[in-house]
């Protein structure tokens, strides 16, 4: 019995010591800055003179709430979440199913082409779209091919009405493969089985797709949805890149917007401030999350049952 529990014991002390080093690691890189900087949010915290710090509550949001440009920030933001769930989301499983059912010629050299944009550095691809879409880029070079006119200007990206919309693109162009590949992956554990059955009651594609494939693949859209949705809140890197959240804040989003507070301004509240912000998105992103989760399990798809598609 000694030997036994010494055993476990000794097991246990193992356990623990393997496990220190990157529970340290993850209290003082993830846990430490996202409850510090909860904390901050209420605060008046200046860098210099952290003895001076204040607690004001709600007072940053508050703040954060009259400013227009954050508005602004935030109505791009959804304009990038539903691009990203009802754009990126739905044309890869669309490809993923013309992959799968192998209507297209040449399936390696599509599927490679479509997944290709997601292995280049974001920020390339934000630099190299950036050029494609400026007044005097290559998109206003094939514009003047089309048009005859040799003063014709491509003004997408730098008119205010239309600046996300290039963005909106971008998005899709680029994280459109990697949604089509998982959906791919799933698909392929489907057996041929279901939809031979559903051909002989006479389904067409369109009832396979609809009834059939998107049923059965509720659950791995639920999950990339939440991807979609977090990596929309968070997507700092392309904006930044293609337009810097201008022409005049017109493509500004949240997570610029707190990086050029917190870092662009010399405001005594600007870390402070933009902690509040940071929350703010992460409050959001969970909110949402919740939503889609509460969705997933209260809508019911139709399904292929008694051999025939109801």
């Not at 369109?206 to 998107?214: K, N, T």
Request: one cysteine or more.
């Amino acid at each position: 019995m000694k030997t036994v529990l010494k055993k476990k014991v000794n097991n246990l002390i193992i356990y623990i010591l393997m496990l220190t080093p990157g529970l340290l690691c993850y209290l003082a890189v993830i846990a430490f800055p996202v409850v510090f900087s909860f904390v901050l949010g209420f605060t008046h915290y200046d860098l210099f003179h952290p003895e001076d710090t204040k607690f004001v509550g709600l007072g940053n949001y508050f703040t954060m709430f009259a400013d227009p440009l954050f508005w602004r920030a935030l109505s791009n933001n959804v304009f990038v979440i539903l691009v990203s769930v009802f754009g990126q989301i739905p044309l890869g499983t669309i490809m993923a199913y013309i992959l799968f059912r192998k209507m297209v010629r040449f399936r390696g050299f599509f599927q490679s082409m479509v997944f290709l944009p997601i292995t280049i550095s974001t920020i390339v691809v934000g630099i190299l779209w950036k050029h494609i879409f400026s007044p005097h880029g290559l998109g206003a070079f094939l514009l003047k091919q089309l048009t005859h006119n040799p003063d014709a200007m491509f003004t997408f990206a730098v008119e205010p009405q239309t600046a996300m919309l290039p963005i909106g693109f971008v998005l899709i162009w680029l994280y459109t493969g990697f949604y089509m590949l998982v959906i791919l992956a799933n698909l392929q554990k489907l057996g041929d089985e279901i939809i031979e059955a559903a051909q002989i009651d006479g389904a067409t594609e369109f009832q396979i797709f609809l009834r059939i494939i998107v049923p059965n693949l509720s659950g791995v859209i639920k999950v990339l949805s939440i991807l979609a949705i977090a990596g929309s809140l968070k997507g700092f890197d392309l904006i930044w890149a293609m337009t810097g959240g201008g022409p005049a804040n017109y493509t500004m989003v949240l997570p610029i917007y707190m990086y050029k507070y917190a870092f662009y301004t010399h405001h005594t509240d600007a870390y402070s401030f933009g902690s509040a912000i940071a929350t703010f998105i992460v409050a959001v992103c969970i909110a949402i999350i919740v939503v889609v989760e509460f969705i997933g399990k209260t809508v019911k798809l139709p399904r292929r049952a008694g051999g025939k598609l109801k």
